[in-house]
């Protein structure tokens, strides 16, 4: 069973640059697309962008100037920054796997979200 | 961009009961549209996929209907466990693959 766990600092400074890691486990990293999506408090879902195990990337266009993804195979974990944080920015921040074969392009496994507080 | 949105907001029934959820894209999204299903203080979880196949363990009570731009979610018969927020997903491929959620809809107890 495929498990993912976000992890990083749960307080940033506004302007400063949002940082977190995804770690996938009971499974490889490879071969799949890997996504970060956020949902402030008591609100929807936003998608940020995804990247591939070769490091291709796709960002949300109202994201792509702040957002960089990275990805290390040999750790089986991709990381997500942000960057030029403000208090918009405060999420709850989930990982999550794009299934392949029929479930291209739909989030069959999640992480279970980490809460980023944007806040002096 | 592709907009999606979803009606109603709040959906308030009762255990038994059918639930019809609507989704609308701004555009054609032919199929490539998802229904997930988000409980409090969990993540979301997928339900269905292509507009309108079940992901695997998901029970039959739960059926997909809809292409291009009008999307339907019902729920034959709620269940307790079914009063939940649901969001539909759609995936555009260009000029590069996009994804965008609804607004969501909330099912309540009545």
């Known amino acids: 069973q495929v498990q993912l766990q976000e992890s990083g600092p749960g307080l940033v400074k506004p302007s400063e640059t949002l940082s977190l890691t995804c770690t996938v486990s009971g499974g490889s990293i490879s071969s799949y697309y890997w996504s970060w999506i956020r949902q402030p408090a008591g609100k929807g879902l936003e998608w940020i962008g995804r990247i591939y195990t070769s490091g291709s990337t796709n960002y949300n266009p109202s994201l792509k100037s702040r957002v960089t993804m990275s990805v290390d195979t040999s750790k089986n974990q991709f990381s997500l920054k942000l960057s030029s944080v403000t208090a918009a920015d405060t999420a709850v921040y989930y990982c999550?796997?794009?299934?392949?074969?029929?479930?291209?392009?739909?989030?069959?496994?999640w992480g279970q979200g980490t809460l980023v507080t944007v806040s002096s | 961009e592709i907009v999606l949105t979803q009606s109603p907001a709040t959906l308030s029934l009762s255990p038994g009961e059918r639930a019809t959820l609507s989704c609308r894209a701004s555009q054609s999204v032919s199929s490539y549209l998802a229904w997930y299903q988000q409980k409090p203080g969990q993540a979301p979880r997928l339900l269905i996929y292509?507009?309108?196949n079940r992901a695997t363990g998901i029970p039959a009570r739960f059926s997909g209907s809809g292409s291009g731009t009008d999307f339907t979610l019902t729920i034959s018969s709620l269940e307790p466990e079914d009063f939940a927020v649901y969001y539909c997903?759609?995936?555009?491929?260009?000029?590069?693959?996009?994804?965008?959620f609804g607004p969501g809809t909330k099912v309540d107890i009545k």
């Open positions: 997903q759609q995936r555009s491929n260009w000029p590069r693959r996009v994804f965008t």
């Open positions: 999550a796997r794009e299934g392949s074969g029929n479930y291209d392009g739909w989030v069959d496994y």
């Open positions: 292509d507009a309108s």
